[in-house]
Every structure is written in C-alpha cells, then in structure tokens.
C-alpha cells in the first residue's frame, strides 16, 4: 500500500457509515473524533477530490433549505481500501501536546508559569471529561443497536481512562511544582 495521508483513512472510515458532506466530515472530527484525531477543512476537501478522483469515493449534488451541497460517499473500491489499511499495524501513536512542551522548558519560566499551564489543561480536560464519560454511559446503553457501538465504546473508554489519568498527574505536577516554591 502506498504512503497515504492519514486524512483519507479517517474520511473513508466516515463514509462507510453514512454519506456526508465535507462540512459533515469536519463536524464529526470535531465531535467524534476530536479527543484523539483531528483535521482542518483545508485537509478536508484537497482529501475528498482526491479520494474521488482515485475512485475511493463519490460525490454527487444535493440540495437542502435551497442550498446546493456535495454529498460523498465511499465506493466499493473505497470499502476495499480501507479494510486493507485496517489490517495493517499502526505505524505509530503519538502524543502531542503544547502543554507538555512547554513543561519540558518550564525551568526558563518558573515553576509559578509551570502550574498556570497545568491549571488551564487540567480545567480544559474537567470540562470535556463529563462528554466522554456521558458519550461512554450512552454507548453502553445502546450496544446492542450496532455493532460499531462496541468499537465506539472502546476508543471512548480509553479516552475516560486517559483523562482520568491526565487529572491526577496534573495534583501530581502541581504538588511537584508547589514544593519546589516554598
């Protein structure tokens, strides 16, 4: 399989639940998506012509409220493509965050900067923890309407487990950090 953009994955995974519009698309990533995977309309829709010219993808025209719209949908080779790359191994997972670089450095700033970094991520993941978990409570309540409840369930709970996580290293970094003040 060729080096590919993750982006097409993620749009093909999407279509192979329902056809969306490339608004649609960046509203399930910033929704559904948005606690491990995101993308940038300017991604987006470079990704979706090029998944429709190679015929991973098609998009037809639709209207609603008067309003003309492209709606995509995964083709049968589309389909293909994307269980072929489901059954390769990740070649990585990677954690990202802003934060933590600037932890890393804090020693230029101050412990006093330090914590004030660690107070805004940890009130950030205090509000988005309560949609996990209510994300992870409904899915569970819901299993046995689709089978891709299941494999929902399971990337939420790691993101409940993972916040949860996040919360006590940040008492654990603040504790840290404070004795080193006094």
């Known amino acids: 399989m060729a080096i590919e953009k993750k982006i097409d994955y993620v749009i ?9 519009t490339g608004y649609e698309i960046k509203k399930r990533m910033d929704t559904s998506l948005k606690y491990f995977w ?5 991604s987006i829709y470079p990704a979706l012509s090029d998944l429709v010219e190679r015929g991973l993808a098609s ?9 003309n719209k492209l709606i995509y949908s995964i083709t049968e080779e589309g389909k293909k493509y994307l269980k072929e790359w489901l059954q390769i191994p990740a070649e990585r997972d990677e954690l990202r965050y802003e934060t933590l670089l600037k932890l890393f450095f804090g020693n ?16 950030r993941i205090e509000g ?23 494999y929902y369930l399971l990337t939420v709970a790691f993101g409940v487990k993972t916040y949860r996580a996040y919360l006590e ?10 004795e080193e003040n006094q």
């Open 12 to 20: 093909l995974g999407l279509l192979s639940h329902e056809d969306l």
């Open 38 to 42: 995101g993308a940038s309309f300017g």
């Open 59 to 67: 998009k037809r025209n639709g209207a609603e409220n008067g309003r």
């Open 108 to 123: 230029e700033a101050g412990a006093a900067q330090a914590i004030s970094h660690i107070d805004a991520f940890q009130e």
């Open 128 to 150: 988005e923890l309560p949609f996990l978990i209510g994300a992870a409570e409904t899915l569970r309540n819901n299993i046995d309407l689709d089978d891709t409840h299941k």
């Open 169 to 178: 290293w940040c008492e654990e970094a603040k504790k840290l950090l404070g």
